[in-house]
Structure formats: structure tokens, C-alpha cells
């Protein structure tokens, strides 16, 4: 199976099929509206504005799952999304991104691309320290591990990337640009 045999659902009820995104570089974020994190949907929408007429789609799929921080339903959070951010990619119905009920997409993308820690500085070590409270191991697992996650895709379907929630947006951009800019 290869990235481009995945569909998604969008927030409108309507199956997207990841095969039209051929040649596009994509970066999939799943997003949650009363995160710490939830300011990244400026530095998102400013990244999609700047690169999508070179080729980049961001997918945002909100998901519920991290301390319960997307409660709203799908009108909800578009409102949200829209009226403080005016974020403008596309964005997919609320979903599951680990356990029994998540996305097959996601399975795949975490086998493609598994964690490989937080990274540095203050939010990393907070991060890493609320983990370990939940589970000791959390660092040997692929699951997703918080909100604004990131999965960054070549123009051929290639996994070629995940950047934690405290990675820095200035090290994604510079990859993204990378990717936007190979021919291969």
C-alpha cells in the first residue's frame, strides 16, 4: 500500500482520495483548538500562503485524543480555525490518530516515520516529563504523542519527515523548502 490508496474524510462529509495530491508536497498536521500548541495554526497558515503556489497542501485533521483539548464537532472547530486564524487549507473531520479506532493513514505514517523525541528546551523537557507520568515507555512507541504532530510528504508519496509539536517551525520550514524544491 502507498500513501496516494488513502482517503480521508473532510469536515464536509466528503471522501478525499490522497491520489489527488500527486506531485503536491503535503504536510499533515492533526490539530486540536485548546492546546498549548493551537498558536501554530499562525505559523501553518503562513507557511501555506507563502508555499502552496509552489506545490505545498497542509491537512489538518483535528483529533480529541490529548486531553480532550478539540471537544467541538466539526462546524465547530472550522469556526475556530477560520475566525482565529483565517487558516485556509484543507481541513478533515475530527479523528483518531492512535489506538483501535485511528486512522489507517496514520498507522502507515507512523510505521513510515516514528518518534524520535522531543527534541531540547523547556516545552520538549515539559512534554517528556507529562508523558513518563502517563506511561514510562512512551518514548518506545511510534503513537503520536501530542496535538500538532507533523508529517511532512514528497511530491512522491515518500513519508519523509515527522516533527514533534515542540519542533521548531523554522527546522520544518527548512525542510519543507527542501522538498518543494527536489525534483525527485
Not at 473531520?93 to 527534541?119: I, M, S
Request: proline share 4%; aromatic share 12%.
Amino acid at each position: 500500500m502507498t500513501f496516494y490508496d488513502f482517503e480521508l474524510e473532510d469536515n464536509h462529509g466528503r471522501q478525499i482520495s490522497l491520489s489527488e495530491f500527486r506531485g503536491k508536497v503535503l504536510l499533515l498536521v492533526n490539530t486540536a483548538t485548546h492546546c498549548g500548541f493551537t498558536p501554530q495554526y499562525k505559523e501553518l497558515e503562513r507557511l501555506y500562503r507563502q508555499y502552496n503556489a509552489q506545490g505545498l497542501e497542509i491537512i489538518d485533521i483535528p483529533c480529541n485524543q490529548f486531553l480532550e483539548q478539540a471537544p467541538e464537532d466539526d462546524a465547530d472547530i472550522e469556526t475556530f480555525c477560520t475566525l482565529n486564524y483565517n487558516t485556509s487549507f484543507l481541513r478533515m473531520k475530527k479523528a483518531d490518530v492512535n489506538g483501535e479506532h485511528e486512522l489507517p493513514l496514520y498507522t502507515y505514517l507512523k510505521a513510515k516515520q516514528r518518534f524520535k523525541g522531543f527534541g531540547t528546551g523547556p516545552k520538549a523537557m515539559a512534554m517528556s516529563v507529562l508523558l513518563r507520568k502517563m506511561d514510562w515507555h512512551y518514548n518506545e512507541k511510534p503513537d503520536i504523542k501530542w496535538n500538532f504532530t507533523k508529517f511532512l510528504v514528497d511530491r512522491q508519496g515518500n513519508v519523509v519527515d515527522r516533527f514533534e509539536p515542540t519542533t521548531s517551525m523554522k527546522k520544518l520550514e527548512t525542510r519543507l523548502v527542501a522538498c518543494l524544491n527536489s525534483q525527485t
